[in-house]
């Protein structure tokens, strides 16, 4: 039987606190790839259509599945201008170590704004 060997190319790695947080099946698989995608720089800017397209998962689902990452304060994201002067979204992993992203969202009382330029709730 042959032993296992790590791969030396090719791979990334996620925070052993990623499996704290309570993700779906959709918003892991997401953030997964965005933490594939960034590598260390921890800003990458995939298309929606490449995201479908390498994870399998449709378009409105990633959409909505980016705006929970976003809102729990996992991810963030961005606008960025192209050479050619098309805008893309730019994805930034934000720290694992922020306590808001282990707040539930389920509760009216809980919920975090949507939008950055929200008022936190008192």
Known sequence: MKLYEPPT???FRL???IF???LTPIQFTLY??????AGSSKICWPSLKTICAKTGIGL??????????EKRQIIQIGKRKTRNGNWNNEYT???LDNPEIYRDLDSEADELPLFIGENFPA
């Open 9 to 11: 190319k090719e791979f």
């Open 15 to 17: 925070p052993n606190k």
């Open 20 to 22: 704290d947080l309570g």
């Open 32 to 37: 997964s790839y965005l933490v594939s995608c």
């Open 60 to 69: 409105t689902a990633v959409q909505d599945h980016l705006k929970v990452l």
């Open 93 to 95: 992993l934000l720290s």
